[in-house]
């Protein structure tokens, strides 16, 4: 394996241990992250420039569309023509393909790769990436993925990574709504929850939500329900990710009323009551607490 240079911009929860990876694997690795934070192995940087001069790969994982493009508008100018910019941010298909599109105008292959896995993902290397961008983009990439994941599709061209991604959460929240009020149903109905799984795991109910991140504590495999909901997944980040699929839809006109409905509970749940720093599955014992009129 060559060993790349690569700047690592967004240090946070799932950069810092994607960017550890990548330098356990010899790659040299340079990240900054506006926070200051920092990442084994990697060396850090004093600002985006210092990160990706001189680099073969940029790599970014950043909060949100907005800055993704004022980062990659910095880092793009401080690359050489031929080297590989790559976004595991999710955000939304306009900023993926204007990003795409800034890079290939200064001579750089691109790819948007957002990441499904979570945390325990990104620190296992088990993510797996949905990207958009060109074919030699994604051959470039695929070394990279296979470092930090387990498993990289190529989607088509630019911003179909982010159309993927966009597309499996608005699926992931609406199931596990859906999950969790047939749970405090069974409750309400008197059907005891491990039954209610036992049922439903094995039948045509089945969901990952249901299958792999039982909401209920104590059924299934340990999920972030039996630690009091410490967020695997934040609620705020399924709001956003909502947020984002109904953004979408609006932009070709698609119907989607199940992700619509999906995002205005998340919304509900998060900023009226106390979904925030919880994860998404605790909608179970909101459900739970509630009456049909309340």
Not at 147 to 160: L, R, W
Request: proline share 4%; net charge negative; aromatic share 6%.
């Amino acid at each position: 394996m060559d060993t790349l240079k690569i700047g690592f911009i967004g240090l946070g929860n799932m950069g810092a241990p994607m960017a550890a990876n990548l330098a356990a694997a010899g790659h040299s690795v340079t990240g900054f992250d506006v926070a200051g934070t920092t990442a084994k192995g990697v060396t850090p940087a004093e600002d985006i420039a210092g990160a990706v001069t001189g680099a073969d790969v940029a790599i970014t994982m950043l909060p949100n569309g907005s800055i993704l493009r004022q980062v990659a508008a910095q880092a793009i100018t401080h690359m050489s023509s031929g080297a590989l910019f790559i976004d595991c941010s999710t955000v939304d298909v306009e900023s993926a393909r204007n990003t795409a599109e800034a890079a290939e105008n200064a001579g750089l292959l691109a790819v948007d790769a957002p990441v499904s896995g979570g945390i325990g993902g990104a620190s296992d290397g088990t993510l797996t990436f949905m990207a958009g961008g060109s074919v030699d983009g994604f051959a470039k990439a695929q070394p990279l993925f296979d470092i930090m994941g387990q498993k990289a599709v190529h989607c088509g061209e630019a911003g179909a990574g982010q159309a993927a991604k966009i597309c499996n959460n608005m699926i992931l929240g609406a199931t596990m709504i859906a999950t969790c009020e047939a749970f405090a149903l069974a409750d309400k109905l008197g059907l005891d929850r491990q039954k209610m799984f036992d049922v439903v795991s094995t039948s045509s109910g089945y969901s990952w939500s249901m299958n792999a991140y039982c909401p209920a504590p104590g059924v299934g495999p340990s999920s972030p329900a039996d630690n009091d909901y410490k967020p695997g997944f934040a609620a705020e980040l399924m709001l956003k990710d909502l947020g984002l699929s109904q953004q979408a839809a609006a932009l070709v006109d698609a119907d989607t009323p199940m992700g619509a409905m999906a995002l205005e509970l998340y919304r509900r749940f998060v900023e009226d009551e106390d979904g925030m720093g919880r994860d998404f599955s605790a909608m179970l014992p909101r459900f739970a607490a509630r009456g049909r009129d309340d």
